[in-house]
Structure formats: C-alpha cells, structure tokens
C-alpha cells in the first residue's frame, strides 16, 4: 500500500491569510469541493504547486513556483474583494484537472476604482491537493482599474 504523503502545516500568521482576498479563496474552495483537502485555499496548496500566470500585464510575473512563494506573493495583495460570483466548474476528461471560471468584484485602494475581472483556472490535483495552477484573466479590467484617469 502507498504511503499518503505527509501534508505540512500552514501558518495561519502569515500575511497570505489576507481578508482582501477571502472571497477569492471562497470562490475556488466552493469549485474545488470534493476534490481538495482543508478549510481554506492554503491548506489546499501543495508545498511545491507550481502557478503559471497567463496574463498580458508588464512587470507582471508569468510563474511562481512553491506555495510559500506564492503565499509571500499574495500577502502583498492590495485590493480589497468584496465578492465573486459566477462560478462555472468544469470537469476534464483527465480526472485531476478541474477548469474554474469564475468573477471577482472589489476595489483598488489606490485608485479607488471598482475592480471586476473574470478569470479562468486550469487547476491539477493530486493527493487532494492542488499541485498545478494556470490562470488566465481580463488583463485590460486590471489596466482600467489602475490606471490614472
């Protein structure tokens, strides 16, 4: 019998437990029922996930690769959600991949501009934990909403 591999404890103090974010994380956690393990969307990430960023924004990174570099990463995250909706799951013909679609709704504080985006996630499970992230989204919408005028 093979051995489960040991999922290591998450710190709850780390600044990736961002309350701008939760509705993001409630949102992939709702379209990764049944398939990942934990609470939150941090339990749920492989210590060594690998995130491909499909977005056409400069300066942006297109690849973050560990949960704790992805964790770093969004414990800087500014905008503040206020919601996500339209929620569509899609289920591959590979059983471990799972397609999210789905919006996100907030503000960006220095702007002050509405933030809307739509994204799609190509997400890969294994052990019950999300090893692969591919994310596309409406680069434009984050252009608008930091932009100056």
């Known amino acids: 019998m093979k051995n489960k591999p040991v999922k290591a ?8 437990f961002n309350k701008n974010a939760e509705a993001f994380y409630r949102i992939v956690m709702k379209g990764l029922k049944g398939e990942v393990d934990g609470e939150h969307f941090w339990d749920a990430v492989a210590k060594d996930a690998v995130f491909e960023f499909m977005y056409n924004i400069p300066g942006f990174t297109t690849r973050i690769e560990g949960r704790k570099a992805y964790m770093d990463w969004f414990g800087g995250y500014t905008n503040v959600l206020h919601s996500a909706d339209n929620l569509r799951v ?3 013909i590979n059983p471990n991949i799972t397609i999210l679609e789905y919006e996100v709704h907030g503000t960006v504080p220095s702007t002050r501009k509405s933030y809307d985006n739509r994204f799609c996630s190509i997400i890969t499970v294994k052990d019950r934990q999300i090893i692969h992230w591919r994310d596309y989204m409406d680069s434009f919408a984050v252009m608008l909403s930091v932009s100056s005028e």
């Open 90 to 92: 899609h289920k591959s």
């Open 9 to 16: 404890k998450v710190d709850r103090d780390h600044p990736a």
